[in-house]
């Protein structure tokens, strides 16, 4: 890639073992940055970063569980020891449930918030300060079931809906102080996430046509990555509090 528009950045990332967070860690890796790379999958996220550092990529593995204040506090610290700056945080994370709503157990709907909307919650909190330093920038990832209904899934949409929400205040909050917040809303991505995700028995599967895409097949990793670091780099200056709907025209109709 011949584009080094993170070049001297230092960006913190979760997720980042898999899916559009290990895509990302490698799109802002291989264009400059250095990256402390979080994910909850130890043993998977030394074997990528592993990977990554053999070709020169400066990603650093950090064991992170998003769903602790603490350890948030932690890793946005190491990040600063380790660069002497913070520039981006990708808040990519993330956990997704089909159930019938009336199922839903109290932990189950607990767990989808402690890691969909208290990880990014905590890590943001811990982050401003040092990107308001660095004049950076915040990119979280909700989705399109942020966006629209999606029957079944509803601890997932309204945990998504709350990100999205939750962009547009801080957007507001520090766009004064010179920190962008952006999100991202993927429709369907081949990821080890929703890879054999299927609704529950019972479901009515009609309810389910209107949320087709028009493009097809569903975006890869990479694609999603490509939008996040157009919204990380300088080159979206200008763009905050924006959603990036990128579903192939699924939330369309």
Known sequence: ?????????????????????????????????????????????????????????????????VTHAGDCSSAVEAAVARFGRLDFLGNIAGTLLFRHFTEIADAEWSRVFDINVNGPFYLSRAALPHLEKTKGNIVNISSAAGV?????????????????????????????????????????????????????????????????????????PAEIAASIAYLASDEARFVTGSTFVIDGGQTAI
């Not at 520090?174 to 890879?195: F, W």
């Open 1 to 65: 890639m011949s584009r080094r528009r993170f070049e001297g950045k230092a960006a913190l990332i979760t997720g980042a073992a898999s899916g559009i967070g290990l895509a990302t860690t490698e799109r802002l890796a291989r264009e400059g940055a250095r990256i402390l790379a979080c994910d909850i999958n130890a043993e998977l996220l030394d074997k990528e970063v592993a990977r990554l550092a053999e070709q020169g990529l400066a990603v650093f593995a950090h064991s992170l569980n």
């Open 148 to 220: 629209i209904g999606v029957p079944y899934n509803v601890a997932y949409s309204a945990s998504k809906g709350a990100v999205l929400m939750m962009t547009k205040a801080l957007a507001v909050e520090y766009g004064t102080r010179g920190v962008r917040v952006n999100v991202v809303c993927p429709g369907h991505v081949h990821t080890p996430m929703t890879a054999g995700v299927r609704p529950p028995e019972g479901a009515d599967l009609a309810l389910f046509g209107r949320l087709s895409p028009i493009v097809l097949p569903g975006a890869s």
